[in-house]
């Protein structure tokens, strides 16, 4: 089973509609957990990191995260073209520092 | 701040032949860096981690010999793909973890170096 685990997509969403991506990790015991987007051809950015559980929002990003379900999701509110890129979910497992990406999830925004 | 500069963002090279990239921190020290590696349409593959002033500790089924890693200061990191072939062609994105995060700060990555090799 991999660590960290979401769906290819690609998800696609009118523009101003909300767009919501999940990931399942393995790991019982991680503690991080971490939203990145990566535009074609280039690194990942971070829009939002999540340690506790429940929800955390930054502007128009909703971070949702249940250790319970192991289960950690991002929501994007209002939509726009320029959203449309890959999202990558990561998980630092355990204590040793290491970031584990997801196959990431490309959204694809409806003008 | 937190800004982590790798060079070069290309390069194309010849089948054999090895290349060196060049990892770092501007306006922060790196105790530990991370090099991954993309291959098109799919994730980032951790490959190593690197410590200012020891040993690179690689994932496995990476091979330690072909991707030399030097970690010789608190603000540089290198990685030089020795006797490369097309197959190693890639994207290779390094990362840095300041010295004053804890173990769970996100990391910062740097804008990537895109391998070819012919």
């Known amino acids: 089973q991999k660590e960290v685990e979401q769906n290819s997509g690609p998800l696609s969403v009118p523009e101003g509609a909300i767009a919501s991506l999940n990931c399942t990790y393995s790991?019982?015991?991680?503690?991080?957990f971490f939203w990145y987007r990566q535009y074609s051809g280039k690194s990942p950015e971070l829009i939002m990191s999540?340690?506790?559980?429940g929800d955390k929002e930054d502007g128009r990003f909703t971070a949702q995260l249940n250790k319970a379900s192991q289960y950690v999701s991002l929501l994007i509110r209002d939509s726009q073209p320029s959203d449309s890129a890959t999202y990558l979910c990561?998980?630092?497992?355990?204590?040793?520092?290491?970031?584990?990406f997801g196959s990431g999830t490309r959204l694809l925004v409806r003008p | 701040g937190a800004v982590v500069s790798q060079h070069p963002s290309r390069v194309i090279c010849k089948s054999g032949t090895s290349v060196k990239i060049e990892c770092r921190s501007l306006?922060?020290?790196?105790?530990?860096m991370f090099w991954y590696r993309q291959f098109p349409k799919q994730s980032l593959m951790l490959m190593a981690t690197?410590?200012?002033?020891?040993?690179?500790?690689?994932e496995q089924g990476v091979e330690k010999d072909k991707f030399l890693i030097n970690h010789a200061s608190l603000t540089l990191s290198t990685l030089t793909v020795t006797s490369a072939h097309p197959e190693d062609s890639s994207f290779y994105i390094c990362?840095?973890?300041?010295?004053?995060?804890?173990?769970?700060?996100?990391?910062?990555f740097g804008n990537g170096t895109r391998l070819t090799v012919t």
């Open positions: 990561a998980v630092i497992p355990d204590s040793s520092y290491k970031l584990i």
């Open positions: 999540i340690y506790s559980n």
């Open positions: 790991d019982r015991v991680s503690q991080s």
């Open positions: 690197s410590n200012e002033g020891s040993k690179a500790t690689y």
């Open positions: 306006d922060f020290q790196a105790t530990t």
């Open positions: 990362s840095a973890r300041g010295t004053g995060s804890t173990y769970n700060s996100p990391l910062h």
